[in-house]
């Protein structure tokens, strides 16, 4: 320990006096710091738990608030000339980065002396004790004149124990003095000091007669003999070794006397005619016991040599024998074909059989061991083994056998006959038939397979699938395809025609085009009906439908149909719906519009059908030119759509336009239809300058579009970030330019790269697709295919439509069903359920990603399996006051969820009214959700916040969280430099 003195109170005052010097510091003055901090340190640090002092890192980070950093390095805590003592007694600094005063080390140096001066009296106390316990010890033993005594003095010193184990540590080398003292005369005893024992030499004719030489053996201490030693009573010391000596003699005597009777006894077993040397001498043990050793590995080596030959595997402890495994063999014959097993099987628990060992020669024994195996261990596996034996494989019927692979099942049987016989690890009769009898049931599973796909291909003709729309072959119909690029007019001819029909329907791939296409109509003096999934506006007497395409009724007859944008055959999640329109709807005039892309598909599907098939090219009304430079954003002018692929970039571009006076509309998928078509209302008529929307803009949304820019070329799929497909570019672009408004659309990006790949998208010929035709079966072919594989669960039916149909069908293939099988599932817990209900409730519009939206749609199937009412609950109020708004994104989402929620609740109500009642409550429920939507984005400034913290982030922050969150989530590494300087 370090005591203070006043020629170092003088140099502390002198280092405090150097820290109070004001910062910046030059690079020297910097180290001197160092230097400085480090001499104080190097004071206080012993005494620190002493004076209760804290860690000195306790206020690094108060002082990284203080100057707004997140961390503080050690080079700037040198530069505040900081020394972390904020809890030293006397006055300490209170303020985060303020340096301990002078006055407040003196007192602590001061204590710290105090400190030092009254362990210096407790040493000195100790040390008397010490001195006064070694002089009553050595006067104890001052007769011993060979004691060595500056030794035991010098312990006082050396010894920082206390005086209990000083005493003790002096005992015992006064004990170890005395034990070699009693010894010195004799030349056959040594004493060990480390382990307190004696070594003694005795004569070996002691022992083996006629022999000659030494044998030494060793003795412990014991603490009575111990206590003897101290007290010099050397008499009894010696009386007690030579005891332990003649018991050491007689014992090793007896020893080799057994010894060799068991040697004689096995020789004898072993029918051995080795003669065992009867000389005495002081090697015969160890001869004795080498010999033992080798006769008994003998007699084992026999044993289990025996044993395995009869299939056994043995392993021996030291007195008895285990059966580990026994082998059998099999052999079986299967269609001509000759297999055989060698089976190392599993008891069912290790059986250890208590014959003694070594007592007869090992023919007799391993009978006995076989006789108790065949007895025992076995009888508790007769059962499995017969079965083993008579396996057989029954033949096939007469209707699975030609699809039974039988030579598929024999060579699956011998890979696995050759495993297990190969192995080395044992197994048990029950798993081996149990793996046989798999192996027998996937051949016939297999084979039934095929036979109950080709069964249902029979039986539901999937093979010919325009055969399941027989209304509408019996029309004799005839196809026209309007094709050309976006504002070409395809629509509006389509339109034109469908208008002129007495009776027709327009199927359209969303909500709001199917509301245009009603429009449409009726201007054009038609009466129309309206048809969504979720939403109906039906007419009395009316002639023509517009409906989204999911709707389509195939029994119904019209005159005319018109399927829009023809490409979503090419869809993979909705292309199964085109396919059932084209193949299906019972008009004798089709009329498909869509983009060049799909012209060899419709080509084919019309070779297909026999169906005359007329293409009608359709050229773009207005030109398009791709922008020379990057654009700004301080330079987007009126009549301009910035397309983005991600609800958080077009929220986040909403807000940066807002905050440079621009009126802004949006449009993204999360959006009800209702808010989408309200949005393009404000960018039509002029309330907002600029739309900014997501990839959803590109199908069929007519918006008075100037300027078109790209903020970015990339997007995700669902599976990963790529950049868009040139057919992709050209959608998206074609919003631009309006036919009658604008003689010239304009394309731009905000960078060099996105401007060269929009440039070369547009230049590209458009190359016409070939792929299948989705196809999605319906409630008959569900019912169909159940009565085939005998079951009602859904999913299963599903997973055989989507894995063994249409595989070989060179046009067909089966939709993508993920999501529908996925909520089949849960259905299928209900098994009560009719099968055509639970396919409703799988199918119905859920995004299985949602959880929310789940726990709803779980909590009214759980309602109506119960045949329960499920009753809406009352909307909370923040939508219900008529000037509410969302204050930030995350409040904006959840009302796009719950606009969701009663989307789903308005579809199964339109299914299963008497269950979900509350259709016109919903209805009323979403036209509240959505005007506070609609306000919530008309609203300028809508804050966008960190998920975790609620720390407001910028509008284009492209992460959820804000760095601070984390990095206390993700950083567990510390700076090595603040290591190094605490």
């Not at 829009?564 to 085109?578: I, P, S, T, V, Y």
């Not at 959840?894 to 606009?899: Q, S």
Request: aromatic share 8%; charged share 25%; net charge neutral.
């Amino acid at each position: 320990m370090l005591a203070i003195n006043n020629d170092l109170m003088k140099d502390t005052q002198e280092a405090l006096s150097f820290l109070q010097q004001i910062p910046p510091f030059s690079e020297i003055e910097i180290e001197r710091r160092k230097e400085t901090v480090k001499f104080l340190r190097g004071l206080i640090e012993p005494w620190k738990k002493k004076l209760l002092l804290s860690q000195y890192t306790t206020t690094l980070s108060k002082i990284a608030e203080k100057i707004d950093k997140n961390r503080i390095s050690s080079e700037q805590a040198w530069q505040l000339g900081y020394i972390c003592l904020r809890e030293a007694p006397g006055g300490a600094a209170t303020v985060p980065g303020q340096w301990v005063l002078p006055n407040d080390l003196i007192t602590i140096f001061n204590q710290i002396s105090q400190l030092q001066e009254a362990k210096d009296k407790r040493q000195d106390v100790l040390k008397k004790r010490k001195t006064e316990a070694i002089e009553k010890l050595i006067r104890r033993y001052s007769d011993i004149s060979t004691l060595n005594l500056e030794k035991l003095y010098s312990k006082l010193n050396e010894s920082n124990s206390n005086v209990k184990d000083l005493f003790q540590d002096i005992e015992n080398y006064v004990f170890e003095h005395l034990a070699q003292l009693f010894i010195n005369d004799r030349k056959t005893i040594i004493f060990q000091a480390k382990t307190s024992t004696y070594q003694i030499a005795i004569e070996s004719a002691k022992v083996f007669e006629n022999s000659s030489g030494f044998l030494t053996f060793s003795i412990s201490i014991p603490e009575n003999i111990k206590s003897n030693i101290l007290k010099k009573e050397f008499d009894l010391v010696n009386n007690w070794v030579e005891e332990q000596t003649q018991n050491w003699i007689k014992q090793t005597q007896n020893q080799l006397t057994n010894l060799q009777e068991e040697v004689l006894n096995l020789i004898k077993v072993l029918n051995l005619n080795q003669k065992l040397s009867q000389a005495n001498n002081p090697k015969l043990e160890n001869y004795l016991q080498g010999l033992l050793g080798e006769l008994k590995h003998k007699w084992k080596s026999s044993v289990t040599k025996l044993l395995s030959q009869q299939g056994l595997t043995v392993d021996f402890s030291k007195h008895t024998l285990a059966i580990k495994a026994v082998k059998t063999s099999h052999k079986f014959t299967f269609a001509g074909r000759s297999l055989s097993l060698r089976l190392p099987l599993e008891l069912p628990k290790q059986e250890r059989i208590a014959l003694p060992l070594y007592q007869e020669n090992p023919q007799e024994y391993a009978e006995k061991v076989l006789s108790y195996v065949q007895n025992n261990c076995l009888a508790s596996l007769s059962r499995e083994i017969t079965a083993l034996n008579n396996l057989e494989i029954e033949e096939p019927s007469d209707e699975l056998k030609p699809y039974f692979d039988q030579n598929s099942l024999i060579n699956s049987l011998g890979k696995f006959f050759h495993k297990v016989t190969s192995s080395k690890k044992t197994v048990s009769v029950k798993k081996v038939l149990e793996q046989i009898n798999e192996i027998k049931e996937r051949a016939f599973q297999q084979a039934r397979s095929i036979l109950q796909a080709k069964e249902a291909e029979r039986i539901t003709r999937i093979g010919s699938y325009p055969e399941h729309f027989q209304l509408a072959r019996s029309l004799s119909r005839r196809l026209t395809l309007y094709v050309g690029p976006t504002n070409s007019g395809k629509t509006y001819q389509a339109l034109n025609i469908l208008a002129q029909a007495k009776t027709g329907c327009y199927l359209a791939p969303l909500r709001l085009l199917a509301l245009e296409g009603q429009e449409e109509l009726l201007k054009r003096g038609c009466l129309t009906s309206f048809l969504t999934g979720e939403e109906r506006d039906i007419r009395l007497q009316a002639t023509h439908l517009a409906a989204t395409i999911e709707m389509i009724d195939t029994n119904q007859i019209v005159e005319v149909a018109v399927i829009d944008e023809a490409q979503m055959l090419f869809d993979k999640d909705r292309g199964w719906a085109w396919t059932t329109a084209i193949f299906g709807v019972a008009a004798k005039h089709v009329v498909l519009t869509g983009a060049p892309s799909c012209i060899k598909m419709i080509e084919k599907i019309a070779e297909h059908l026999e169906e005359p098939l007329e293409i009608v090219y359709c050229e773009r009304f207005t030109e398009m030119q791709v922008l020379s430079k990057p654009s700004k954003l301080n330079d987007i002018e009126p009549a301009s759509a910035l397309i983005a692929f991600s609800r958080r970039d077009v929220l986040g571009l909403k807000a940066q336009l807002e905050s440079m006076g621009k009126n802004i509309s949006v449009i993204y998928g999360n959006l009800s239809p209702e808010v989408r078509r309200e949005e393009a209302r404000r960018f039509r008529s002029g309330e907002a300058d600029v739309v900014v929307a997501t990839d959803a803009i590109g199908m069929g949304l007519n918006l008075p579009i100037k300027t078109l820019l790209f903020w970015t070329t990339e997007k995700w799929d669902g599976q990963e970030h790529r950049e868009l497909h040139s057919e992709e570019i050209r959608q998206i672009a074609g919003r631009a330019g309006r036919y009658g408004m604008y003689e010239k659309a304009f394309i731009g990006a905000f960078n060099q790269w996105s401007l060269k790949l929009i440039a070369e998208s547009l230049k590209l010929p458009i190359n016409s697709q070939i792929s299948h035709c989705q196809v999605m079966p319906g409630i008959a072919l569900v019912e169909q295919i159940a009565n085939v594989l005998e079951t009602s669960t859904l999913a299963k039916i599903l997973k055989f439509f989507r894995d063994k149909m249409l595989v070989k069908s060179p046009l067909l293939c089966s939709a993508r069903m993920e999501a529908v099988i996925s909520l089949a599932e849960r259905t299928d817990s209900f098994s009560h359920m009719l099968l055509s209900d639970r396919l409703v409730f799988a199918c119905a519009p859920v995004d299985i990603r949602d959880v929310e939206i789940i726990k709803y749609w779980q909590s009214w199937l759980n309602s109506y399996q119960r045949n329960q009412i499920a009753k809406l609950t009352n909307l909370p109020r923040k939508y219900t006051s008529i000037n509410s708004v969302a204050q930030s994104h995350n409040e904006l989402e959840e009302a796009e969820r719950l606009t969701k929620i009663l989307t789903t609740y308005a579809w199964l109500s339109y299914r299963f009214l008497s269950n979900f009642p509350d259709l016109e409550a919903c209805d009323e429920q979403r036209v509240i959700v959505n005007q506070f939507i609609e306000r919530s984005l008309r609203k300028k400034g809508l804050r966008r916040l960190c998920q975790q913290c609620g720390k407001a982030l910028g509008p284009l922050y492209q992460y959820s969280t804000c760095e601070t969150c984390y990095r206390s989530r993700y950083s567990y590494h510390s700076d090595d430099d603040d290591e190094d300087f605490w």
